[in-house]
T-cell receptor, first 114, second 110 residues
Framework: ETGVTQSPTHLIKTRGQQVTLRCSSQ?????VSWYQQALGQGPQFIFQ???????GRGNFPPRFSGLQFPNYSSELNVNALELDDSALYLC?????????????FGPGTRLTVL | EDQVTQSPEALRLQEGESSSLNCSYT??????LFWYRQDPGKGPEFLFT???AGEEKEKERLKATLTKKESFLHITAPKPEDSATYLC???????????FGKGTKLSVKP
């Protein structure tokens, strides 16, 4: 069974640029959630996708957007990057079955904005 | 407002010295409480899910318990490889997202 994978591992961008991060969900999982984790903080929920539709969003501006594909993989896009966007971006997948709410995380993408 | 508070922020133990980590929460309609382990620069690793007060789960040297207001992660006779940040998160009944605490950074010295 393949776990959650994310790419790239690290990324360096400058202010104002745009970035796309990618996530492949664990086999059998149809729900993907994205989180932002600043240094020394817990992960903060960005949004969740279920069957290619956004299914909940945290307190993040519209320049954070996402997609989910028919194979349940997902992308996180961030436009007009700001210095505060520097963080570890985590993708988590879950099976979305009744009574099974565990979310399994990928290794993350470390984004540095200069 | 939903909130998760973990204490202490950091904990240093000697190998074999048992202790507990605390997670206090306020949330309407708790769907589940989750414990994760996170190594530096890595994604969180799932440990436990607890669904109702009184529930307990164990895995090797770790035991998680849940009351109506808090959860404890008990570590028995820890080893240096248990050093990590332990994250607690709650999930509300109507939503799928996790609300995390800031974590407890555990260091176990040989």
């Amino acid at each position: 069974e393949t776990g959650v994978t994310q790419s790239p591992t690290h990324l360096i961008k400058t202010r104002g640029q745009q970035v796309t991060l990618r996530c492949s969900s664990q086999s059998g999982h149809n729900t993907v959630s994205w989180y932002q984790q600043a240094l020394g903080q817990g992960p903060q929920f960005i949004f969740q996708y279920y069957r290619e539709e956004e299914n909940g969003r945290g307190n993040f501006p519209p320049r954070f957007s996402g997609l989910q594909f028919p194979n349940y993989s997902s992308e996180l896009n961030v436009n007009a990057l700001e210095l505060d966007d520097s963080a570890l971006y985590l993708c988590a997948s879950s099976p979305r079955t009744s009574g099974n709410n565990e979310q399994f995380f990928g290794p993350g993408t470390r984004l540095t904005v200069l | 407002e939903d909130q998760v508070t973990q204490s202490p922020e950091a904990l240093r133990l000697q190998e074999g010295e048992s202790s507990s980590l605390n997670c206090s929460y306020t949330v309407s309609g708790l769907r589940g409480l989750f414990w994760y382990r996170q190594d530096p620069g890595k994604g969180p690793e799932f440990l436990f899910t607890l669904y109702s007060a009184g529930e307990e789960k164990e895995k090797e040297r770790l035991k998680a318990t849940l009351t109506k207001k808090e959860s404890f992660l008990h570590i028995t006779a820890p080893k240096p490889e248990d050093s990590a940040t332990y994250l607690c998160a709650v999930q509300r009944g109507s939503q799928g997202n996790l609300i995390f605490g800031k974590g407890t950074k555990l260091s176990v010295k040989p």
